[in-house]
């Protein structure tokens, strides 16, 4: 129904330097040994002079990288038990099909748009809106999924908004849909670019491409004909551009009103968190219901942990430009200003000891900073001491086997074409795959 696909993690392309690459995948690095962390016995076996990569350890990563998939077993002995996947899907065609589910669940649909919000003068909740056939809608909260626009969290209650763009300068993308080429990846590509990055996301029927750029740095022109003279495939539409600014609503709750969505913030595409902050949202609130009228205990409480999950993911996407080492003038832009605090002492202490500093909220896992981290370029001056209690041979034999048994696994896999021809084809996926 949605032409969708799997994903297995991110590939990227040119960002710690011109001919970089490295890969974050949805999954740890090996179990551990005795309490020993996966990187540390990596870092151990990198000081014994062993050149192999840590992303060689990495299940999902070797497995995309092969282009192949198949979804996590449930026996915790398997080799393929410590992954998650996520999906690329064609956004349009899943609204539609939350749209048909939630009719069929009885909710009313009212194909209008809002002219007026009317605010009760005693306490400035929202009492009800107008619409713009006259028809007036009176209800006791409401949800604001108007976009960037946040017309009743906003316009109405006038939260404020903080503003990011010093920590995340990019501020426009364009976004074009491609005819299909070459194989179906199970990962998103995205590929630095001068002044921002480029995303590829495959779908069962169409290439999803576009790039985000800082206007800081580049004219929206430039940045619309990087993107054209990189495609890999013929343009399906003319590119289309967005604008945004980067930040969050000063409250993502006030009074009787909760923000959804891009009405809340947005922190750019590049780790595609935009729809998890919106079922996090939806699933916070749900624990925060208030039940016997207003409490501002409660929204008080959900504005705490929602805000701390921005930040944490904030925090992440600057990892990224933090670590670069390219020229141009964006990235050392990004790559010499003032990072938050905390971001700086997580940095700090990876450096010194492989370890990641892990806090109340964090959306992305130790594995996934370290791949980061680790793709980047950056290597611990130390490592957890316990990793020296493994005899040398012992090490070698337990890293060789690991590498040896993933290597195995992955070459029984199915592609990820043959695995969606055979699971989970839409019609235009079959006419696609017949017409080539």
């Known amino acids: 129904r949605c032409e969708a696909s799997f994903k297995l993690g991110v590939d990227f392309v040119d960002w710690g330097h011109a001919g970089n690459r490295y890969f974050h995948a949805f999954g740890d690095y090996g179990a551990e040994v005795e309490a020993i962390q996966p990187y540390a016995l990596w870092r151990r076996l990198r000081e014994l002079g062993d050149p192999t990569p840590l992303v060689a350890y990495n299940v999902p990563a070797q497995i995309a990288r092969a282009h ?61 809106v107008t619409l713009d056939d006259d028809r007036e809608i009176d209800a006791d909260f409401f949800i604001d999924c108007s976009g960037f626009r946040g017309l009743l969290i906003e316009e109405a209650l006038k939260t404020g908004y903080t503003d990011w763009s010093h920590w995340l300068p990019v501020d426009g993308a364009w976004a074009v849909p491609t005819a299909k080429s070459g194989d179906t990846t199970p990962y998103t590509r995205s590929t630095a670019r001068e002044a921002g990055w480029q995303w590829r996301i495959p779908l069962q029927h169409r290439t999803g491409n576009g790039h985000v750029f800082s206007s800081r740095f580049t004219t929206a022109e430039a940045a619309r004909d990087t993107l054209v003279d990189q495609l890999d495939g013929a343009m399906l539409k003319d590119p289309m551009l967005i604008r945004f600014q980067t930040g969050h609503r000063n409250k993502f709750w006030h009074k009787n009103c909760i923000a959804v969505g891009l009405a809340s913030g947005f922190i750019e595409p590049l780790e595609s968190t935009s729809i998890n902050f919106i079922q996090t949202e939806i699933a916070r609130f749900l624990d925060l219901f208030p039940l016997q009228g207003p409490n501002p205990a409660l929204e008080d409480e959900f504005n705490r942990l929602t805000l701390q999950e921005y930040v944490r993911v904030r925090d992440f996407i600057i990892l990224h430009y933090r670590l670069n080492q390219r020229p141009e003038p964006l990235w050392r832009h ?32 130790a594995a996934s900073w370290t791949a980061i981290f680790d793709g980047q370029g950056v290597v611990s001056e130390a490592y957890d001491p316990l990793a020296d209690r493994l005899p040398e041979a012992d090490l070698l034999s337990l890293m060789q086997q690991r590498r040896d048994g993933i290597a195995r696994v992955v070459g029984q896999l199915p592609s990820l074409d043959d695995f969606i021809a055979r699971h989970c084809a839409s019609p235009a996926y079959l006419k696609s795959q017949v017409t080539a």
């Not at 996590?72 to 690329?88: G, K, M, Q, T, V």
């Not at 605090?341 to 896992?365: C, N, P, T, Y």
């Open 68 to 128: 192949r998939f198949l979804p996590p077993n449930p026996d915790p002995r398997s080799p393929l038990h410590d992954y998650s996947y996520a999906f690329h899907f064609d956004a349009s065609l899943y609204a539609g099909l939350l749209k048909e589910l939630v009719l069929k669940r009885g909710v009313t649909r009212i194909d209008a748009k809002i002219a007026h919000v009317r605010l009760k003068p005693d306490d400035g909740f929202i009492a009800g």
């Open 334 to 365: 990004t790559a010499e200003m003032a990072i938050p605090d905390e971001l700086a002492h997580k940095i700090a202490v990876f450096q010194a000891r492989g370890r990641v500093v892990m806090h109340e909220g964090d959306a992305f896992s």
